[in-house]
Each structure stands twice: as structure tokens, then as C-alpha cells.
């Protein structure tokens, strides 16, 4: 495209990214993203989706380089003030845990991206978990007592 004189603009790279990604590249999506820059055009969401979620679906194998890259672009989202929304949250949380089991650098860098309802979702979430183990728990008691009387 330079050859002819045509300057790739913010869809060219979007759309880079996610080829290379989806061709299980992400080095060459992590390249992609990195000229996109020096090119002097700023990454938005869906930039940022693309990328995140190919390193994500690959980091349990990837190199060392991907991971740092990762935190990386989990400090530049956060710099940049941008939030995800929901559904990625949930989405990118499903490798997070592939990856880091029970969270790490990893999880708490990008879930500083994470919409602000995040927290209460997922803690409602454990609430609830343990509300309901607490009334199978007394439900046990309760036959107990009845079987004392």
C-alpha cells in the first residue's frame, strides 16, 4: 500500500490485526499494532478487542513475550481510560482462568479494564454461591433439631 502511496489508517490495522490474529500470528498481530502506533494512529476498542482476545485464546502456550506484551496493552487501556464492556469482560475472564487459574498480574491488570459493575457482578455472584451453600447448611440443622424433638 505505501508503495502506492496510500497511508493505512485506523480500519487498515483493525483489520491487520485481526487477519493475523485469526491466523494464530500474534506476533505478527503484536507487530501489526506496534507500526500502527508509530504510524501515529491510536488504537481504539476495537483494536484493542482484536489484539486482547488473540493473545488471550494463546497465552496457556505462548512465549514470554506475549505475556509482557499483554501487560503491556493492559496498561495502555487503562492510560487511556478505556473500559470493555460486559460481555468481554465475561469472555476474556473465561481465559483468564485457563491461564492463571485463581488470578495473578495477568487478571489484575486487565480487569482494571473491566466495566465498574464488574465487581459487584462477580460478588454477587460468590454471594450467592454462598448463600445458597448456607441454606443447604440450614436445611441440615433444621432436620437436626426436628429430630431432637
Known amino acids: ?13 483493525t483489520t491487520l490485526i485481526n487477519g493475523w490474529a485469526r491466523a494464530s500470528m500474534p506476533e505478527k498481530a503484536l507487530s501489526c499494532f506496534e507500526e500502527m502506533k508509530l504510524a501515529g494512529l491510536k488504537p481504539d476498542k476495537a483494536v484493542y478487542h482484536c489484539l ?11 512465549q514470554s513475550y506475549v505475556y509482557s506484551a499483554m501487560l503491556s496493552i493492559c496498561r495502555e487501556m487503562v492510560e487511556s481510560e478505556m473500559t470493555i464492556d460486559m460481555g468481554t469482560a465475561v469472555h476474556w475472564s473465561r481465559y483468564l482462568r485457563k491461564i492463571e ?4 498480574e495477568l487478571t489484575e491488570a486487565l480487569q482494571k479494564t473491566f466495566p465498574p459493575d464488574w465487581t459487584s457482578h462477580n460478588v454477587l455472584d460468590v454471594n450467592s454461591k454462598t448463600e445458597t451453600a448456607d441454606l443447604e447448611i440450614d436445611d441440615d440443622d433444621d432436620e437436626e433439631d426436628e429430630d431432637d424433638n
Open 1 to 13: 500500500m505505501e508503495a502506492s502511496d496510500i497511508k493505512p489508517n485506523l480500519k487498515t490495522y
Open 52 to 62: 486482547v482476545t488473540s493473545l488471550l485464546s494463546r497465552a496457556t502456550f505462548a
Open 101 to 104: 487459574r485463581t488470578g495473578g
